[in-house]
T-cell receptor, first 108, second 113 residues
Framework: EDQVTQSPEALRLQEGESSSLNCSYTVSGLRGLFWYRQDPGKGPEFLFTLYSAGEEKEKERLKATLTKKESFLHITAPKPEDSATYLCAVQTGNQFYFGTGTSLTVIP | DAGVIQSPRHEVTEMGQEVTLRCKPISGHNSLFWYRQTMMRGLELLIYFNNNVPIDDSGMPEDRFSAKMPNASFSTLKIQPSEPRDSAVYFC???????????FGQGTRLTVV
């Protein structure tokens, strides 16, 4: 059964305290893995797409990596404005499966 | 571009009534998706259109749900009759192709009482 699991469910960090979010998946035939950020009351906002194991993408304080079983979203020296829910999604065939997200709170 | 536009933003309706949600995708995007988000189940893909044709509707929960895309700039998701368990936030998203990143609208918060 195709499945996407994100951990932890919630994460509280002090400003400047780096950490990583995990997205593990079991799907048959990965076509792509997507990371999104969602702020309360808004739609998910695209961050990264990863297509193959070993691939890495960076944007400001965020870096996404991909292996054959999981993806990590590394957050370096986070700021309060990085507080949001981070969602990962995997595409297999014509299906997209989202994880339930990690709620990140960065405390000033 | 204004992004994906959904209407209405909020909808409150009584059980048994018909509800129609609307979506205008980003111009030039060939793929359109309808998602439902709840606290219990997170984001679930309901249906996926490519070039206005439904490609996969396996996520549509039951026959009460239907979606159409009459042209490249408009899609609707209809629930008839609505039930309280349909209460959720419904998102429309579009992408250039089915394999590229999707851009989401602001969502429609549906409450069925």
């Amino acid at each position: 059964e195709d499945q996407v699991t994100q951990s932890p469910e919630a994460l509280r960090l002090q400003e400047g305290e780096s950490s990583s979010l995990n997205c593990s998946y079991t799907v048959s035939g990965l076509r792509g893995l997507f990371w999104y950020r969602q702020d309360p009351g808004k739609g998910p906002e695209f961050l990264f797409t990863l297509y193959s194991a070993g691939e890495e993408k960076e944007k400001e304080r965020l870096k996404a990596t991909l292996t054959k079983k999981e993806s990590f979203l590394h957050i370096t020296a986070p700021k309060p404005e990085d507080s949001a829910t981070y969602l990962c999604a995997v595409q297999t065939g014509n299906q997209f499966y989202f994880g339930t997200g990690t709620s990140l709170t960065v405390i000033p | 571009d204004a992004g994906v536009i959904q209407s209405p933003r909020h909808e409150v309706t009584e059980m048994g009534q018909e509800v129609t949600l609307r979506c205008k995708p980003i111009s030039g995007h060939n793929s359109l998706f309808w998602y439902r988000q709840t606290m219990m189940r997170g984001l679930e893909l309901l249906i996926y259109f490519n070039n206005n044709v439904p490609i996969d509707d396996s996520g549509m929960p039951e026959d009460r749900f239907s979606a159409k895309m009459p042209n490249a700039s408009f899609s609707t998701l209809k629930i008839q009759p609505s039930e309280p368990r349909d209460s959720a936030v419904y998102f429309c998203a579009s992408s250039f192709t089915g394999d590229t990143e999707a851009f989401f609208g602001q969502g429609t918060r549906l409450t069925v009482v």
